[in-house]
C-alpha cells in the first residue's frame, strides 16, 4: 500500500477515495467491493459537491432526462468499483482477475479475424463504461498484444502514480495523450499487429476540436484517430465492458466498421466517426448506471450540452453550493481501523456501520 504517498490538498476527494481503497483493496474480498463501492458513492453523493454535479450533469444527458440521486449514486459506485479493480491489479494481479470473466467466443473470433485481416493491427473502440483495466487484462492473457492511451498530467500527481501502476499491471502498454511521442507509440503496437484500446466517447483536447458527431440528441466531439488509422487500413471494433458485480463481468467485441473509401476524405472520417459514435452511445444508452467518468474534462461537452439546451441542470446542480472538502472529510472518516483491517471477515461489516453513520448526517 502507497496511502502514506498519497497526498490530498483541499477539496481532493479522488485523493480520499483512493486512499480508502489502497487500504481496503487487498483486505476485503472481490465480491464485498462493489457494495461497499456503492455506500462510499453514498456518502459523496448526499452532499453538494463538483463530482456529484458533474456526474449528475452526465447520467441526466445520457438518459435524456433528469437523473435521480439513485442514478447519481449508481455512476459513482461503477468509477469506485473501477478504483477497486485497480487497486487489485497493482496488489495481486492474479486475484485481481479471479472472478467470472463472460466473453462470447464470437467476440474472439471476430478480433482474431480483424488481426489477420488488417494491414496495422486493429483498435478497439470503447466507451467510458464498466470495468476496462480488466478486459485488457483479461485480453492480454488471452494473448493479444495489448496497448491503451490513457490520460495523465504532465507532472503526475501521487494519485495519477497509483491509477497509472494498477493500469500498467494489466499487462498492456500504456501510451500517455498528448505526448510529443504518443504517434510513434501507437504506431509500435499496431503496426506488431498487437490492439489498441481506445476510450473515444470523449475527446479532451484544449488544442483540437475533434470530429463532431450526434449523439444522445444534442453534439458532441469524437477523436480523429479511429477514422485516420481505418482509412490507412487499421481495422476498428466498438468493444464494451459491463461494470463488475459481486461474481464478475462480461465483455463483447462487435464487428469492425466498414471504411467507405469511395467517398473524399473528410466525408469519409466523418461519415465513420459518426458511425462509430452511434455504436458506442448505443451501449452507453442501454448501460447508463455503468458509465463512471465524472473527472473535469478541457471543453466538457456535458457542459456544453447543458448551457445549450439544458438549463433547467445547471439550476438543479446550482441550487446548493459544492463542498469538496466536507465529503473529502467524510470518506476519510470512513477509514477502518487497523483491528478491522487484520481481520478480512471483519471488514465489510464495520465499514458498513461506518457508512450507515455517515450517510446519516448527509445534506440535501
Known amino acids: 500500500m502507497i496511502e502514506a504517498f498519497l497526498s490530498r490538498e483541499h477539496g481532493d476527494i479522488q485523493t480520499a477515495v483512493v486512499r480508502l481503497v489502497d487500504r481496503l483493496a487487498p483486505v476485503v474480498p472481490l465480491s464485498s467491493q462493489p457494495s461497499l463501492a456503492r455506500r462510499i458513492a453514498e456518502v459523496i453523493a448526499c452532499r453538494p459537491t463538483a463530482m456529484g454535479n458533474s456526474m449528475f450533469l452526465r447520467q441526466s444527458i445520457i438518459r435524456r432526462g433528469t437523473a435521480s440521486l439513485e442514478q447519481v449514486i449508481d455512476g459513482l459506485a461503477t468509477w469506485v468499483t473501477v478504483l477497486f479493480d485497480i487497486g487489485n491489479l497493482q496488489q495481486d494481479r492474479c486475484r485481481a482477475l479471479d472472478l467470472k470473466a463472460t466473453i462470447p467466443d464470437?467476440?474472439?473470433?471476430?478480433?482474431?479475424?480483424?488481426?489477420?485481416?488488417?494491414?496495422?493491427?486493429?483498435?478497439?473502440?470503447?466507451?467510458?463504461?464498466?470495468?476496462?483495466?480488466?478486459?485488457?487484462?483479461?485480453?492480454?492473457?488471452?494473448?493479444?498484444?495489448?496497448?491503451?492511451?490513457?490520460?495523465?498530467?504532465?507532472?503526475?500527481?501521487?494519485?495519477?502514480?497509483?491509477?497509472?501502476?494498477?493500469?500498467?499491471?494489466?499487462?498492456?502498454?500504456?501510451?500517455?495523450?498528448?505526448?510529443?511521442?504518443?504517434?510513434?507509440?501507437?504506431?509500435?503496437?499496431?503496426?506488431?499487429?498487437?490492439?489498441?484500446?481506445l476510450l473515444v466517447d470523449l475527446y479532451p483536447s484544449v488544442r483540437h476540436s475533434g470530429m463532431p458527431v450526434r449523439i444522445f440528441d444534442a453534439e458532441f466531439a469524437y477523436p480523429p484517430g479511429p477514422a485516420r488509422y481505418a482509412r490507412s487500413?487499421?481495422?476498428?471494433?466498438?468493444?464494451?465492458?459491463?461494470?463488475?458485480?459481486?461474481?464478475?463481468?462480461?465483455?463483447?467485441?462487435?464487428?469492425?466498421?466498414?471504411?467507405?473509401?469511395?467517398?473524399?476524405?473528410?466525408?469519409?472520417?466523418?461519415?465513420?466517426?459518426?458511425?462509430?459514435?452511434?455504436?458506442?452511445?448505443?451501449?452507453?444508452?442501454?448501460?447508463?448506471?455503468?458509465?463512471?467518468?465524472?473527472?473535469?474534462?478541457?471543453?466538457?461537452?456535458?457542459?456544453?450540452?447543458?448551457?445549450?439546451?439544458?438549463?433547467?441542470?445547471?439550476?438543479?446542480?446550482?441550487?446548493a453550493v459544492a463542498d469538496d472538502e466536507a465529503a473529502a472529510l467524510a470518506v476519510e472518516a470512513l477509514y477502518p481501523t487497523r483491528t478491522a483491517c487484520e481481520s478480512p471477515e471483519a471488514v465489510p461489516a464495520s465499514f458498513a456501520r461506518a457508512l450507515r453513520a455517515a450517510s446519516g448526517r448527509s445534506g440535501a
Open 106 to 197: 464470437e467476440a474472439l473470433t471476430r478480433l482474431d479475424r480483424a488481426l489477420s485481416r488488417s494491414r496495422n493491427g486493429s483498435i478497439l473502440a470503447v466507451p467510458h463504461v464498466g470495468s476496462m483495466e480488466l478486459f485488457a487484462a483479461h485480453l492480454k492473457d488471452r494473448d493479444f498484444q495489448i496497448g491503451f492511451v490513457y490520460t495523465i498530467g504532465d507532472k503526475p500527481t501521487p494519485t495519477e502514480r497509483w491509477i497509472y501502476e494498477g493500469r500498467s499491471a494489466t499487462g498492456g502498454t500504456p501510451i500517455a495523450f498528448g505526448r510529443r511521442n504518443v504517434g510513434a507509440e501507437i504506431s509500435k503496437i499496431l503496426g506488431n499487429g498487437g490492439v489498441l484500446i
Open 233 to 319: 487500413g487499421t481495422l476498428v471494433l466498438p468493444g464494451f465492458a459491463s461494470r463488475r458485480d459481486a461474481e464478475g463481468f462480461s465483455m463483447n467485441i462487435l464487428d469492425p466498421l466498414d471504411y467507405r473509401a469511395s467517398m473524399p476524405v473528410q466525408d469519409a472520417a466523418c461519415d465513420f466517426t459518426q458511425r462509430l459514435a452511434v455504436d458506442i452511445a448505443r451501449f452507453t444508452a442501454e448501460q447508463p448506471e455503468a458509465y463512471w467518468l465524472w473527472h473535469p474534462i478541457p471543453n466538457d461537452p456535458f457542459l456544453a450540452v447543458a448551457q445549450r439546451q439544458r438549463p433547467d441542470l445547471l439550476m438543479a446542480v446550482g441550487a
